[in-house]
């Protein structure tokens, strides 16, 4: 009786420890969920087949392939993508999110993974050659972005009115209609889709208020997702990949 005891306890305590195996196993294949921006070359955009595809998206599905963990893209907007990340429906934003003061508050980063700033865009037909230019006119900029930012911190300065719109194709209408001169975003954003044709604009200023981009995860939560974004992007610049995937949408 002692050992049908012995035995079944034995194969009570194996079956304990396959459980507690598959319990880590499960937690090894969790499936991140990652918001972005819906529309913001060359970042994040999509192709003729609906993918997503862009600088952001790339590098976010290379690193985790270098890391090996699963991902799922949310495109959301940014503000939106914002939201999702601070209510927990979110475990990162890749967004073109340029790292600030402010934004540490709320949120951890990455280490920086592409250089940007601010300009200023106007038709490429108008007679704007600076920010005085601006008095008494109108001008426009997207929520929450360091383009809003900026032409805040200069519109006491040179006079002019500043309109808030909740996404990129909203900016560009407003200047491509009269309704606003000109408008205030990212560098890359602007040059990319000036370059590609996409905007029949121009920059008639220097890029303004040099920064970085970064991955952001909330306030500490989601350490390992952090480490492992950092980790993967460190090996796609020392084997290339990096190089390959900026040079793709140059």
Known sequence: MNKFMKAALASVMGLSLVGCGSSS???SSKTYIIATDK???PFEMTDKKGKLIGIDMDLMRAIAKNQNFKIKINSLGFDAACTALESGEADGVIAGMTITDARKKKYDFSDQYYKTGVSMAVAKKSSIKGY???KGKTVVAKTSTAGLAFAQS?????GFKLNVVEESSMMYETVKSGEAVACFEDTPVLKYMIGQGQL???LPTKSENPSYYGF????GENATLLKKFN????NLKKNGQYDKILAKYE
Do not use: P
């Open 200 to 202: 029949n604009f121009k």
């Open 39 to 41: 529309t913001y070359a």
């Open 132 to 134: 005085a230019d601006l």
């Open 216 to 219: 952001a995860v909330l306030k």
């Open 154 to 158: 200069i519109k006491s300065k040179y």
């Open 231 to 234: 980790k993967g992007l460190a």
């Open 25 to 27: 196993s499960s937690t």
